[in-house]
């Protein structure tokens, strides 16, 4: 059944974060929740773990409604940091898997893992307000996945990391999915939500403007890439019809085109005008498809 939104809309006086907003995140699965700052990424995410109460609509987990109860199936990592500075690393994880009702001596041997997983054992007993941005969200991560949730929200999980954790942190996320865990996550970065998600969600203004599975989404998104490497110029190839924008790049240049057919087009255009290294046709990327349809409201 995993986690269903009906109709979810939030206002705060005059301004609707969210609204009527529905998904359906099937269990084991991960789902993106994109949109522009300010879109209702994190008022969803409040409503979904019940910090928030919608305005009007429904949240179901498992059929049931997200209570104390089953509040201990959901692990949440917030996009602002919600750790206490003062206290160590080993003392903070205890504390708060001690209120997720976990055993002391399950919690360090779960914390071990977690520590070794990324590579931060020597911060067993560092101060929180003595580590880096990116090491406390590290810590945060462990934070909300050390009672092994059921449903796992993720707010910005990447912010913050570079790149060697930014993949330890993807491992252990796919990791997570693999071992059954629905997870719902934001993120401004389009090629981590590639990378991860098979269904997503765009919100502007807080309503829903494009939502589907990925794949699908490219397909429908019709337009097209094109890649040339040569060495002549190019310029001339923007004047052909279906050729929407052209980025000039030092080895040749990018093209938008308005749908696949006009590649043989282009194609024809360079095939007898000197050395071509790469002719590439590609799928729009993420990153264009939101900057096209949430672009128009920034
Ligand atoms: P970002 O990418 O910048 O984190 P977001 O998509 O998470 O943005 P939200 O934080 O959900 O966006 O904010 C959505 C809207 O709701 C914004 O207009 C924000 O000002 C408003 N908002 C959020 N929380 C409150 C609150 N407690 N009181 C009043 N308005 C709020």
Redesign the pocket.
């Known amino acids: 059944m995993g986690l269903m939104l009906d109709g979810v809309t939030k206002t ?2 005059e ?1 609707m ?1 969210v609204k009527r907003l529905s998904l359906e995140i099937p269990e084991g699965e991960i789902f993106g929740l994109l ?10 995410f409040r409503i979904i773990i019940g910090l928030l109460d919608a305005t009007a609509g429904e949240v179901s987990w498992n059929g049931s409604r997200v209570e104390s109860k089953n509040s201990d199936e959901i692990g949440y990592l917030p ?1 602002e940091r919600g750790l206490y500075p003062k206290l160590k690393v080993k003392e903070q994880i205890i504390y708060l898997g001690r209120l997720r009702g976990m055993k002391k001596e399950h919690i360090l041997t779960e914390l071990d893992m977690w520590l070794d997983r990324f590579h931060a054992t020597q911060y067993l007993n560092t101060k929180v307000e003595e580590l880096s941005k990116g090491n406390q969200q590290k810590i945060q991560f462990i934070s909300a996945v050390l009672h092994k949730p059921k449903l796992l929200i993720l ?2 999980p990447f912010s913050g990391l570079d790149p060697v954790n930014v993949e330890l942190l993807k491992k252990a996320v796919l990791d997570l999915k693999n071992d059954g865990t629905s997870i719902v996550f ?1 993120s ?1 970065r389009m090629e981590h939500v590639e990378e991860l998600c098979e269904h997503l969600c765009i ?1 502007q203004h ?1 309503a829903p403007i494009v939502q589907g599975e990925l794949k699908e989404i490219k397909r429908s998104f019709g337009r097209k890439n094109i890649t040339i490497f040569a060495d002549f110029n190019l310029e001339y190839l923007k004047d052909i019809p279906g050729v929407l924008s052209f980025k000039k790049m030092t080895e040749g240049c990018k093209l938008q085109i308005s749908e696949e057919g006009v590649s043989q087009t282009v194609f024809d255009a360079v095939k007898d005008r000197g050395f071509i290294r790469k002719f590439e046709l590609e799928e729009p990327s993420l990153h264009d498809i939101f900057v096209e349809k949430a672009g128009s409201s920034l």
């Open positions: 705060f006086g301004n974060a949109g522009a700052n300010g879109a209702g990424k994190t008022t969803t996009e707010d910005e934001s401004h919100l807080g």
